[in-house]
C-alpha cells in the first residue's frame, strides 16, 4: 500500500511539474512583452529604442567602482580564482561523459542547454557587472551539467536510494531501488541502465 501511494504521489508531482513548466513558460512569455524583448534562434532581441533606454539606468564603471564596498573589493581575488578549479572541472567532467557515457551507453548531456549567457544583451550593466554576471552564469550553469552527469552515472551505478533523504536530489533519485531491497536491486539494475527518457532532468537528450 505504501509502495502504490508512493508512486501516485510521484506521479501526481510529475503531472504538477508539467503543469508548473507551462505555467513558467506563460509567465515569460508576458515579461518578454513587458520588457520588449524576443527570442530568435536561442538569442535575445529588444524592440528598437528600448536599449536605448536601459542604458540611461546604467551606471557608469569609475562610479560603480568608486562607490564599491571595500568588503566587496578585497574579496574580489578570492571570487575569481575559482575559475581555474571550475575550468578544471568542466574539461575534466566533459570529457568523463565523453568516454565513459559512449562506453556504458549513457545518453550525454547536452552542455549547452546549461549555458546562458543572455545577461551580456542587459543595456543597464556596466562592463564590470557583465562580467560577474557571465562568471555567476556560468559557475551555476557548469554546476547543473555537472549535477545531471553525476545523476546519471548514479542511475547507472548505483541506483540505491540513501537511508536519509539529502535536502535536495536530483529528480532521478524518486526512481533508485529503495535502501536496504537487495532483490529489488538485483532485478531493476539492468532496466534502470536503459530507462533515460523516464527520468529524464532538462537539459538533457
Not at 568588503?71 to 571550475?86: C, F, G, K, R, T
Not at 561523459?97 to 546562458?116: D, K, N
Amino acid at each position: 500500500m505504501a509502495k502504490s501511494t508512493l508512486d501516485e504521489i510521484l506521479s501526481r508531482l510529475q503531472t504538477m511539474q508539467t503543469e508548473l513548466e507551462l505555467e513558467i513558460d506563460r509567465l515569460l512569455q508576458e515579461k518578454r512583452r513587458q520588457f520588449h524583448y524576443t527570442l530568435q534562434q536561442g538569442k535575445v532581441r529588444f524592440e528598437q529604442g528600448f536599449k536605448a533606454l536601459q542604458r540611461q539606468q546604467r551606471i557608469g564603471l569609475w562610479r560603480y567602482i568608486r562607490e564599491a564596498r571595500l568588503v566587496h573589493i578585497l574579496s574580489v581575488p578570492i571570487i575569481y580564482s575559482l575559475i581555474i578549479p571550475l575550468v578544471l572541472l568542466d574539461l575534466m567532467i566533459t570529457l568523463y561523459q565523453h568516454t565513459c557515457f559512449r562506453l556504458y551507453g549513457i545518453p550525454l548531456v547536452v552542455r549547452a542547454e546549461y549555458m546562458r549567457v543572455d545577461r551580456l544583451q542587459l543595456s543597464y550593466l556596466n562592463a564590470l557587472e557583465k562580467l560577474n554576471c557571465l562568471y555567476c552564469s556560468y559557475g551555476n550553469g557548469l554546476v547543473e551539467y555537472c549535477r545531471e552527469i553525476s545523476a546519471r552515472t548514479e542511475q547507472y551505478w548505483c541506483p540505491i536510494k540513501h537511508a536519509r533523504r539529502t535536502p535536495d536530489p536530483h529528480q532521478r533519485m524518486d526512481h533508485f531501488v529503495d535502501f536496504g531491497d537487495a532483490e529489488a536491486y538485483k532485478k531493476r539494475l539492468s532496466e534502470l541502465r536503459k530507462r533515460w527518457d523516464e527520468f529524464k532532468a532538462d537539459g538533457g537528450v
